[in-house]
């Protein structure tokens, strides 16, 4: 009886995990779709020339790499169809995604430095690009000392036990901070570009189409960062860590961290 009702609340677990994940990968896609749109509809579409069309990689790249890449990355363990099987493969395939992510955001800040460059503007000095400077430079750190303590064969175990509640600590904190840039950087992008009549817009304060396209990409950005955030604090969802599971692939899997 008690084993009958202890497997009832395992499945309603699992089956409340995938329904959360099915959310997180649509709410995702939603992101993605929204932020394409929006510059290719209303900012032009896209180039790498050192014009305005240049800025435009800036968000769908930051969006895509930094919020829905790294958001399915930091997932990605939670999955309990994965927790049977070894965890290497996992771990390669987190350590893939975040490498992907990371890429697309450098290549992100790589057309905003340059479409600054060409026409002369000041770099980093709005709040947006400061928070949006330390993220990425948080998530470079972060990528790197995962990849230095949990898939390098020398690194010893009493490091990795050390590192991981900060890997896993810092992973959530940028998340956040990558939600905090993008939505710094949907508004300010909306001041700049929605001015009214001097550059034959509406003014924002009309909410335009475009405004209605960009603020909903901000409330997308927020709910799939919320979404992730739940999958990640709900300790029932965390993969169970046997003893010796990864031990076959000694020695860059020597524990289970
Ligand atoms: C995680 C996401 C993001 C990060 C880390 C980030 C980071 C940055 C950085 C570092 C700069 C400064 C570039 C320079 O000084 O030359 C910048 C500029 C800019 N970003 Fe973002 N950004 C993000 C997302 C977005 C999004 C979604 C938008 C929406 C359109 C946006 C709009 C802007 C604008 C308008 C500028 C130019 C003005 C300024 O320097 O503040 N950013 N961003």
């Not at 060409?118 to 400077?133: D, E, F, K, Q, R």
Request: net charge positive; with cysteine.
């Amino acid at each position: 009886m008690i084993i009958l009702a202890d497997c009832s609340t395992r499945m309603r677990s699992i089956v409340s995990f995938y329904f959360c994940y099915l959310l997180c990968l649509c709410l995702g896609i939603a992101c993605v779709v929204f932020v394409s749109i929006w510059n290719s509809q209303w900012r032009g579409g896209f180039a790498w020339d050192g014009s305005a069309l240049q800025f435009n990689w800036h968000p769908v790249l930051m969006v895509t790499g930094l919020v829905v890449l790294y958001g399915n990355g930091a997932v990605l363990y939670r999955i309990p169809l994965t927790w049977g099987q070894n965890k290497l493969p996992w771990k390669l395939l987190h350590a893939g995604v975040m490498l992907l992510a990371l890429l697309c955001s450098i290549l992100g800040l790589c057309a905003v430095f340059d479409f600054h460059h060409t026409n002369s503007t000041p770099n980093l000095y709005s709040l947006h690009s400061w928070i949006g400077i330390c993220t990425t430079a948080l998530f470079t750190t972060q990528w790197v000392m995962g990849l230095a303590g949990f898939l390098l064969p020398w690194s010893p175990m009493s490091f990795r036990k050390l590192l991981k509640p900060a890997h896993v600590w810092m992973g959530g904190c940028i998340l956040i901070l990558s939600i905090v840039s993008c939505i710094s950087g949907i508004n300010e992008k909306l001041f700049f570009a929605l001015k009214g009549t001097t550059n034959g817009t509406m003014p924002y304060g009309n909410l335009p189409p475009e405004a209605l396209v960009a603020n909903s990409l901000g409330v997308l950005i927020v709910a799939f960062g919320l979404v992730v955030l739940k999958i990640l604090s709900n300790q029932k969802w965390q993969r169970p860590e046997p003893q010796s599971e990864d031990l076959g692939y000694s020695p860059l899997l020597q524990d289970d961290s």
